[in-house]
């Protein structure tokens, strides 16, 4: 499967955003899929994932990012609420085989990775 993220823009602080993820050659049925996010001079954290699970989201994120996935699980999405300038960076989707990882939240366990999304959250 590959992934292509779609959706970042500048936004100002207070303001919402939907991210697309698409998935080509294969849709998500047999993989996790997450969300993660890269600030400048930062590491890449985890915001949200979907697996046999369901949803996880770590706790900085919950309440303001809500993730979800079309019918066909070809498409995962993630809405971004009340953004703050904290929330700029390069965002990213990631999958991984269901079963390959122990933690779809880290960055380490997934396997494969769109080219990512810009988010400004700017005045």
């Known amino acids: 499967v590959q992934l292509e993220e779609s959706g970042g823009k500048l936004v100002q602080p207070g303001g919402s955003l939907r991210l697309s993820c698409a998935a080509s050659?294969?849709?998500?049925?047999?993989?996790?899929v997450g969300w993660f996010r890269q600030a400048p001079g930062k590491g890449r954290e985890g915001l949200s994932c979907?697996?046999?699970?369901?949803?996880e989201y770590s706790d900085f994120v919950k309440g303001r990012f809500t993730m979800s996935i079309d019918d066909d699980r070809e498409t995962v999405f993630l809405q971004l609420s009340r953004l703050t300038p904290e929330d700029t960076a390069v965002y990213y989707c990631?999958?991984?085989?269901?079963?390959?990882?122990?933690?779809?939240?880290?960055?380490?366990?997934?396997?494969?990775w769109g080219k990512g999304t810009l988010v400004t959250v700017s005045s």
């Open positions: 990631a999958a991984v085989v269901e079963g390959d990882y122990n933690d779809c939240l880290q960055s380490y366990d997934m396997e494969i």
């Open positions: 050659g294969d849709n998500f049925d047999d993989y996790a």
């Open positions: 979907l697996s046999t699970s369901g949803y």
